[in-house]
């Protein structure tokens, strides 16, 4: 019955009783479940860091996705499948008490939190005697107590996995299931009516039917919504886009009717919002994706452009307000095909698979997902999967329009410096397409030479800068492009006092993509720097050629346990 509810149900997405009737299903399913019948138990970890808002829409979610479907029942008031823990790499005194408040909150809602801050796990690595402690430094790190915040994502996580390895205890009935502060258990769906999020996926429930009926390791998901992926490689196909926007206004009128509707014409994929999808062998399509106006009601040319303007400047926190992605169903079953990349804000993986810690995180590069998910396909093959089970991605709060915290975005009033992340991005580029190339030759089991390694880092190293380089001067061309078609003395948002505030949006917009993808923009003059590059690869050729030795130490440490 829940096989043909849900057939019916995503042929009219935005019918609300069929949506009632499948969650009721569910609902009713759990509780004819036999007390006896075997199911996962859900540890679901959430790495933050100054995020109180996200964070408690996040738990939101998560609740209620529990009331929703029911996994697993309830037990004395408490879902007794289900557990959270919250990694908080917090720096903010208030935001730290705010997380620990907000979990407390939640727990005493039946959702069993663990609160797992600085305090925990400072006392988690004081379990580690100090050899192991020194010798895990590549993957933990070495923070210093009086700064142990802003770990990062990747050292937060491995920290995380020492305390999972305690909390699992050997048991084979765990799942563990790390996803993002930011994201929530929600799709996103264009209908003719408009966008909704809808509760359309009991996502517990079919990761045990997976996991019970497969044998897999490791699944990862998706996200709808806001991209993946940083500005510092969306610039060229967003200013496509605002241009294209921008030059369908130039050819009508402020005051009639708003004509910027209707059902997106294009379906964005993992290729359609990165300036570079065809080094990762997507198949990238010409042309530009249109604007779909996001007010209600009447309105004209002149509310739909102040509308768009206001939402210009999230692109720097990572929202991309022309090419987000909407889920499109496809039956479970027939999604399920092998991976090659983790997405660390949507991963499912048995206790086992805690050997597989995020590799490389002292260097603090981006593509951290990418680079693990190449290392596990070559151990795992058809072990570690994909499945069509994406989640909600929101990269900013509706009050600020910002993300609340996001590491290597510098900001001064209206000026945004994406410095750090553009520069993080491009050698973390460098370390993926590096380590595709290592696992071709067998890496990490084949032991390569320090000489091999080197020589095969800097021949990435030399194509990468020559994409960005390409690039940049492309970029730099529709900046350009983008100014002398808004600043056009003729156009009509030129005109008058009543679209001052949106041309101020559209200014500062063009002004910090000048900044940043300009000809002087810090970012590339760090990448063009050969001895900046000489250190960065230093360390990445050093990172990979300790890489089997960091295996080994970290294996050891999870099986004697991290108890004295």
């Known amino acids: 019955m829940i096989e043909q509810l849900e057939t019916a149900l995503w042929q009219q997405p935005d019918n609300a009783q069929r949506l009632a009737v499948y969650q ?78 907000i979990a407390a909150d939640y727990d005493q809602r039946g959702l069993t939190c663990h609160y797992f801050g600085q305090h925990e796990q400072l006392a988690q690595l004081d379990r580690l005697d100090s050899a192991s402690r020194s010798g895990l430094m590549p993957i933990i790190g070495d923070t210093p107590v009086s700064a142990f915040y802003h770990k990062g994502a990747s050292l937060m996580r491995n920290i995380a996995y020492l305390k999972l390895n305690e909390m699992v205890a050997g048991r084979d009935d765990i799942l563990i299931y790390f996803i993002d502060s930011d994201q929530e258990f929600q799709v996103k769906v264009a209908t003719p009516s408009g966008e909704r999020n809808l509760y359309a996926i009991n996502y517990l429930y079919q990761l045990d039917r997976i996991f019970s009926e497969r044998d897999v390791a490791i699944l990862t998901g998706k996200v709808v919504g806001d991209p993946p992926v940083s500005p510092a490689v969306m610039a060229g196909r967003f200013l496509a886009d605002v241009s294209t926007f921008l030059g369908a206004m130039a050819h009508t009128m402020a005051s009639i009717p708003c004509h910027f509707h209707g059902t997106p014409r294009q379906s964005c994929d993992d290729a359609a919002y990165h300036d570079m ?40 926190d990572g929202e991309h307000p022309t090419r987000k992605s909407y889920y499109e169903h496809r039956p479970l079953a027939e999604s ?44 795992l093959g058809d072990k570690f999967v994909s499945a069509n089970l994406p989640m909600l991605h929101k990269r900013t709060v509706e009050e600020t329009g910002q993300s609340e915290f996001r590491p290597g975005i510098e900001r001064e009033q209206h000026t945004v410096d994406l410095c750090g992340e553009f520069e993080r991005q491009f050698f973390g580029d460098v370390m993926l397409f590096s380590m595709e190339r290592l696992t071709a030759q067998g890496y990490p089991a084949t032991v390569l030479s320090a000489a091999e390694v080197e020589a095969l880092v800097q021949q990435v190293e030399t194509e990468m800068l020559h994409n960005y380089t390409t690039r940049h001067g ?85 099986a004697s346990g991290t108890n004295p």
């Not at 065809?278 to 249109?290: A, C, E, S, V």
């Not at 730099?476 to 002398?484: D, V």
């Not at 940043?516 to 360390?539: C, E, K, L, T, V």
């Not at 300790?546 to 999870?558: K, N």
């Open 336 to 379: 399920i095909t092998p991976a090659r990349t983790v997405y660390t804000g949507n991963y499912c993986f048995r206790a086992t698979a805690l050997r597989y810690f995020i590799p490389f995180a002292t260097l603090k590069l981006r593509m951290a997902g990418p680079v693990l998910g190449r290392i596990i396909k070559a151990e």
């Open 277 to 316: 999808a065809d080094l990762f062998g997507f198949k990238t399509r010409g042309g530009t994706f249109d604007y779909r106006c996001t007010l209600a009601g009447d309105h004209d040319h002149a509310a739909c452009l102040t509308d768009f303007a206001a939402q210009l400047n999230r692109f720097f």
């Open 474 to 558: 492309e970029i730099m061309q529709q900046i350009a492009a983008l100014r002398a078609l808004f600043e056009g003395r003729d156009q009509w948002w030129q005109q008058g006092e009543a679209l001052v505030a949106t041309r101020e949006q559209f200014q500062r917009f063009i002004t910090n993509m000048e900044d940043n993808f300009g000809d002087d923009a810090a970012g590339y003059r760090q990448i063009r720097s050969s001895a900046h590059r000489a250190r960065r690869r230093q360390q990445i050729v050093g990172a990979l050629l300790s890489y089997q030795d960091d295996r080994v130490r970290w294996e050891g440490v999870l």
């Open 24 to 101: 009721q299903q569910f609902r009713e399913l759990e509780r004819q479940r036999p007390g006896d019948e075997p199911c996962h138990h859900f540890i679901i970890v959430i790495p933050v860091a100054d995020r109180p808002q996200q964070l408690a829409a996040c738990l939101g979610s998560i609740l209620t996705l529990c009331d929703t479907f029911g996994y697993g029942g309830k037990e004395a008031g408490r879902y007794r499948m289900v557990e959270v823990l919250i990694a908080d790499d917090s720096k903010a005194s208030d935001n730290i008490e705010r997380h620990r408040q």
